[in-house]
C-alpha cells in the first residue's frame, strides 16, 4: 500500500513555450512540488531529512506525456510513495487537468527512484523510522 497527497497547480505562463503549452521541462518540476509535499504530509520534510545528514539523490526519472498542459490550466498533481527499499525509494505521479465542468483528464504519469546518500554522496541505509514513514 502506498501513500499519496494531491497538489494543485496552475500553468504559469513562464512555464509555457510559444503556443502557450507547458514545456516539458516542466513537469519534473512539478514532480517536485508533488514530493515535498508529499513529505511535509509524512512529517518529514526534505529540510529536516537534510539535517540529519541524509539527501535523496535521484537515480532516474521517467515523465509519460498523454495530453498538453496549457498556460492558466488548473492542474491536479497525485504523488503516492512506491517502492522502499533500505537505501532507495520510489514515487509515483499523475498528472491530471480540471477541467471547469469538474471533469479531470490525465495529461502525465511519472515515476522517480531516489537513492538515500550521506552528506558525501555514498549510498546509505535511510534509518528506521525514515523508512517506517515511506512504507506507510
Given amino acids: 500500500m502506498s501513500f499519496s497527497v494531491q497538489t494543485e497547480l496552475r500553468v504559469r505562463y513562464a512555464e509555457t513555450d510559444a503556443m502557450a503549452v507547458a514545456h516539458h521541462a516542466t513537469y519534473p518540476v512539478w514532480f517536485e512540488v508533488g514530493r515535498t509535499d508529499l513529505m511535509h504530509a509524512l512529517g518529514v520534510p526534505y529540510r529536516e531529512i537534510e539535517a540529519r545528514g541524509y539527501y535523496l539523490m535521484l537515480s532516474d526519472l521517467q515523465v509519460r506525456y498523454r495530453r498538453a498542459a496549457r498556460y492558466d490550466d488548473r492542474l491536479i498533481l497525485t504523488t503516492r510513495t512506491g517502492e522502499v527499499r533500505s537505501r532507495t525509494v520510489t514515487f509515483g505521479y499523475e498528472l491530471h487537468r480540471l ?9 502525465a504519469t511519472g515515476e522517480t527512484h531516489h537513492i538515500a546518500t550521506d552528506r558525501n554522496y555514498r549510498p546509505s541505509r535511510f534509518p528506521d523510522d525514515l523508512l517506517a514513514l515511506l512504507s506507510r
Fill in 99 to 107: 477541467d471547469e465542468d469538474g471533469s479531470t483528464k490525465l495529461l
